[in-house]
Structures are given as C-alpha cells and as structure tokens.
C-alpha cells in the first residue's frame, strides 16, 4: 500500500555526517513504525535504528548509538536519519521500512521497504 523512496546518501569522509530522509506515499504513514537497517559489503542486512508511531519513542543497534538520531515528521510523511561522526565501517546500503503492527526491530516483522541509498564513508 505505501510506497517509500529514500535520499541523502553519498560520499564523506570519516568523521563527517549525512542526513537520510525517507519520504511515504500515503497518508497512513503515522500509523506505522519505521525503521532504518543497513547492509555492509560481506555482511547480512542488519537493524540500526526505530522510531514509534509517534516518534516519541526511538531504539538503536549499539554500532550507532549516540552517533545517529532517528525522526520523524508525520505531517509530511517523511522518515530521517541523522548520521555523524562517520566511520569505514558504517559504509553499506540504508533501508528505511515501514512496521504495520510492530514496534520491532526485526526485518520480519516490517512490512514495506524502500530502495535503498548508498552510504560511502572513507579514511
């Protein structure tokens, strides 16, 4: 039913930051948990950030925390996340997702998935 597309990945040099923003189709975005999970060259996809309904209550894989911040802004149907002080190894794939029902950070249990952007991180 929902539809999500993903920008604001790139290229930055370690230490440096980027902002992710994953934009909804529809208007039953505030009815979802969304989530932010990642995949790494070599690696399996895995989660790094949740924010509620909401987005009064967030969750973060310990890779991250207190590095990146998960938002989110239901009037405009958009999901952001807010990566600083970049590191190599946090170079992957990002995927926001969508949660009917769940406040979850398993990759089961998120229904709808974006496309993906590329984050590139180097020393």
């Known amino acids: 039913q929902v539809q999500l597309v993903e920008s604001g990945g790139g290229l930055v040099q370690a230490g440096g930051s980027l902002r992710l923003s994953c934009a909804a189709s529809e208007g039953t975005f505030s009815t979802y948990t969304m989530g932010w999970f990642r995949q790494a060259p070599g690696k399996e996809r895995e989660f790094v950030a949740h924010?509620?309904?909401?987005?009064?209550?967030?969750a973060y894989a310990d890779s991250v925390k207190g590095r990146f911040t998960v938002s989110r802004d239901n009037a405009k149907n958009t999901v952001y996340l807010q990566l600083n002080s970049l590191k190599p190894e946090d170079t992957a794939v990002y995927y926001c997702?969508?949660?009917?029902?769940?406040?979850?950070?398993?990759?089961?249990?998120?229904?709808?998935w974006g496309q993906g952007t590329q984050v590139t991180v180097s020393s």
């Open positions: 997702a969508a949660s009917r029902n769940l406040y979850t950070s398993e990759i089961a249990n998120y229904d709808y």
């Open positions: 924010i509620s309904r909401s987005g009064i209550t967030t």
